[in-house]
């Protein structure tokens, strides 16, 4: 059974930091690219960053880009978000997502996603 655990998240203040992390089981963690996919209140989901298996290759959504950092521990099997310079339009729930099948690439597909970690940013 594919399990993705997400932790970290909480309430922080405009241009503060968060790190999000997943814990991964269930499936070959290394054979698959992994996103960070998010949701606001009365949104659809929108997809944050996506990342390699080998971890060479990383996408950043463009309002993300330069503020947050995708990274994973295939030994650990475990995905990591570290979030800077946080805007209260990043509040939202953050979850990690599986790619639907295994391969190298990045991919903004995916078939399994946490329950989330929700984060809020406000003064």
């Known amino acids: 059974e594919v399990q993705l655990v997400e932790s970290g998240g909480g309430l922080v203040q405009p241009g503060g930091s968060l790190r999000l992390s997943c814990a991964t089981s269930?499936?070959?963690?290394?054979?698959?690219?992994m996103s960070w996919v998010r949701q606001a209140p009365g949104k659809g989901p929108e997809w944050v960053s996506g990342?390699?298996?080998?971890?060479?290759?990383?996408e950043y959504a463009d309002s993300v880009k330069g503020r947050f950092t995708i990274s994973r521990d295939n030994a650990k099997k475990t995905l990591s978000l570290q979030m800077d310079s946080l805007q209260p339009e990043d509040t939202a729930v953050y979850h990690c997502?599986?790619?639907?099948?295994?391969?190298?690439?990045?991919?903004?597909?995916?078939?399994?996603w946490g329950q989330g970690a929700q984060v809020t940013v406000s003064s």
């Open positions: 997502a599986k790619a639907p099948v295994a391969g190298w690439a990045v991919t903004r597909a995916y078939d399994y």
């Open positions: 269930g499936f070959p963690f290394s054979l698959y690219a």
């Open positions: 990342i390699s298996t080998s971890s060479l290759t990383t």
